[in-house]
């Protein structure tokens, strides 16, 4: 079930399409009565052909004949109009108004049942609450700077911050660009502050733009909403939507209070999603060993077995701007 505002606030999107639409068909209709003052004369002739049929009846006189008169009158005036429209290169379509969605007319129903438009624009604005809840904006990979990571290789593994990350960003870049709805789930892990969330951001903000539903969350604050509105707290279909969204990027996995009600709540998120073959996105600064550990095999095993971990490296990118600040840099 949606939220009442949810519908309310599809329903008045639909309603501002569907009056951009009628005003656009009624200006060109404007402009060509303008152009070509005889399109007016005629629509005014035809428009009082009615009147003509109730007058003749009134009349008395042979009404067959008289109505036979007027429709022929009609049918004359008609082929003029069209003729008069071809040549100024207007159909009788331009007039119509042009629908965003042409199922339902930008009415949000077909036979008293929700458009799919309607059910379309209202998972968007489910999700687009939930992600205003985080307070973050969704970014651009081109924000994305390989200046913090060093281009020393590390000691103990060999391997060069500033390469590993330019690769991990190639291929979430990648991954945003070529998303269907139906790729790999993400887990992107690494200590905190060296960008996990930034590159999230960046993937929601691509993915977003292609038209697809995204939902972008810390994972206490996803589920903290959840277990209010489970326990009667609140009102809202949160899990339905981080059930049912094309996306949906679970941040800071490990960092929520611990709780059999959130570890559950994030077993049917995880594992639904699964089943449905619907990509998400963990980030998380925990190990294999640790998230066995907090939250059990069922979890960790489809965490570590199905989803393509991306490892990011590094040092804790806002300790460095504040000891750049501090030195004045
Ligand atoms: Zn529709």
Do not use: W
Not at 95 to 118: A, R
Not at 216 to 227: D, F, I, W
């Amino acid at each position: 079930m949606f939220k009442k505002e949810i519908y309310e606030k599809a329903m008045a999107t639909l309603k501002e399409r569907r009056g951009i639409a009628l005003t656009r068909a009624a200006a060109v209709h404007e402009q060509m009565r303008e152009a070509v003052p005889r399109v007016r004369e005629i629509e005014q002739l035809m428009a009082q052909s009615s009147a003509k049929v109730v007058a003749a009846i009134l009349d008395g006189g042979n009404i067959e004949k008289q109505v036979e008169k007027i429709k022929n009158e009609n049918l004359a005036l008609q082929t003029e109009l069209a003729a008069l429209l071809q040549k100024h290169g207007v159909t009788a379509g331009n007039f119509e108004p042009v629908h965003s969605c042409s199922d339902c007319q930008d009415t949000g129903f077909v036979d008293g049942k929700p458009c799919d438009c309607l059910q379309r624009l209202m998972r968007e604005y489910s999700c687009m609450e939930l992600t205003e809840l985080s307070a973050m904006k969704p970014t651009s990979f081109d924000d994305l700077s390989l200046e913090y990571y060093s281009s020393r290789a590390d000691g103990r593994t060999g391997i060069a911050p500033r390469a590993q990350m330019r690769q991990v960003i190639e291929y979430c870049r990648a991954y945003a660009r070529n998303f269907d709805g139906h790729d790999d789930s993400l887990l992107l892990r690494g200590p905190t502050g060296v960008g996990k969330t930034h590159l999230s951001l960046a993937i929601a903000g691509e993915v977003l733009s292609q038209g697809y539903s995204v939902v972008y969350g810390p994972v206490q604050q996803l589920l903290h909403r959840m277990e209010r509105e489970h326990f009667g707290r609140a009102d809202g279909n949160t899990e339905d939507v981080l059930l049912e969204c094309d996306l949906l990027i679970l941040d800071d996995v490990g960092t929520e209070f611990s709780s059999s009600f959130y570890t559950s709540a994030l077993y049917n998120i995880i594992n639904g999603r699964l089943m449905a073959e619907k990509p998400t996105i963990i980030s998380t600064n925990l190990n294999q060993k640790e998230l066995t550990d907090r939250y059990g095999e069922q979890i960790a095993s489809r965490v570590t077995g199905l989803f393509e971990p991306l490892v990011c490296v590094g040092k804790d990118i806002r300790q460095q701007k504040l000891k750049q600040s501090l030195k004045g840099e």
